[in-house]
């Protein structure tokens, strides 16, 4: 039996990696479960899992939680960064998966991987901020970081039985999101009702507009950089509408091998959970006769620059990374808030990253000091 702590329990990869603990009850055990504000779910979640311990995002969540809890039956309540972390390395605890959104998921990662533990990566925004210091402690810890996200997890699952080195082109796939065909003299115009408006995935909504805005995508190419070795100019971003190819890989011999299924969470979540065993996720195949065709294209950087963006930052390294994923998160909420215009999170991006002096291989402290910066940046260019 494996020993899991959730972290991001009552998000959408949370929810449905719990779902995936009840059909295989002799196969998992809860030990932790974390979460940010959704108490009530929470709550329902400590009832049926009985982890020994979870942890909130304040002490008043805390308490508030604690009171929505029988006191016979109430595991040990946490908060804030510590909490969090203590999740992350909680005794017991095999496999943590990292499924908080943003930033925040960054030292949790570095928790776990400190205490011995295996990562299941769903928080793409650790390996961007840190990539080379987190992988670099996992090598250290002899720690596995298994992909989560559908398209890493492709990528991964093509190379089982492969040398890595023989890999020469990652083909990173992307639905194109719901503006995919929609004129960017119209981008000014997108409310936020439209942006979470997703054709394929179901997703929070920080992820569906990083999806709209195609950032995800360049979130997902740094992530790939760190997670297989190989350049981002060995990464080929392709819309793929259909979203049944996960993503592909490209060897040295010229043949491809893709990764496909329905659009949905639960199989890579499962595999990354298992590995290196598969498990029943109640799924079916592809209906490829109804399907027809699955068609292909380019992206269009003059309408969804987030590419450039993240290649940018591919290229200059250092803190670079940190500073446009911290600028997109203020960014994202800004628009969530109604604050700015859905063009604006390219232009606030954008601006951040010129105006950053970066620094080259920072420190753990010096990639939060410029996550800190950037946030504030961005903030005053908000006002």
């Known amino acids: ?37 959704n108490l009530p779910l929470l709550s329902r979640q400590i009832q049926q899992f009985r982890p020994d311990m979870v942890a909130v995002l304040d002490e008043d969540k805390a308490r508030e939680l604690a009171e ?7 595991p040990r309540i946490l908060f804030g960064p510590s909490g969090y972390a203590a999740a992350a390395a909680w005794d017991g605890v ?20 400190e205490a011995g533990k295996d990562i299941a990566l769903a928080n793409k925004e650790t390996l961007v901020m840190a990539g080379d210091i987190v992988m670099a402690k ?14 890493h997890s492709a990528m991964f699952q093509c190379l089982l ?59 997902e190419l740094i992530e790939a950089v760190h997670l297989f070795g190989i350049s981002h100019q060995n990464i080929q971003v392709l819309i793929h509408p ?22 949905d969470m639960k199989p890579a979540i499962s595999f990354a959970l298992s590995f290196p065993e598969r498990l029943d996720t109640g799924l079916v195949f592809p209906d490829f006769a109804a399907l027809g065709a699955l068609t292909f294209h380019s992206p269009d950087l003059s309408r969804f620059p987030s590419l450039t963006f993240a290649r940018k930052a591919c290229e200059r390294k ?31 991006v954008s601006t951040t990253m010129s105006a950053h002096t970066c620094i080259d291989n920072p420190d753990l402290s010096g990639i939060i000091e410029a996550d800190r910066w950037a946030r504030e940046k961005a903030g005053s260019l908000i006002k």
């Open 1 to 37: 039996m494996k020993h899991l702590s959730i972290l991001g329990a009552t998000g959408s990869i949370g929810t449905s990696a719990l779902e995936i603990v009840c059909m295989h009850p002799d196969r998992f055990r809860v030990n932790a479960l974390t979460a940010a504000s």
């Open 94 to 113: 095999d496999t943590v998966l990292l499924a908080m959104v943003g930033a925040a998921g960054l030292k949790p990662a570095l928790a776990a991987i």
């Open 161 to 219: 039985g492969n040398q890595t080195k023989d890999a020469t082109q990652l083909f990173l796939t992307a639905s194109g999101g719901p503006f995919r065909n929609t004129p960017r003299a119209k981008f000014a115009g997108i409310t936020r009702e439209d942006a979470l408006n997703h054709p394929n995935w179901s997703m929070g909504n920080k992820i569906s507009i990083d999806s709209a805005t195609l950032m995800n995508k360049g979130l």
């Open 138 to 151: 996992a090598r250290e810890k002899n720690v596995a970081v298994l992909p989560v996200d559908s398209e």
């Open 242 to 263: 259909q979203s049944i190819v996960h993503s592909m890989v490209g060897f040295a011999d010229g043949s491809v091998m893709a990764q496909m299924g329905v659009p």
């Open 318 to 348: 250092g803190t670079l990374p940190a500073v446009m994923n911290a600028a997109n998160e203020v960014a994202v909420q800004a628009f969530l808030d109604r604050r700015i215009r859905f063009s604006d999170i390219f232009t606030l």
């Open 68 to 74: 929505m809890l029988n006191p016979d039956a109430r």
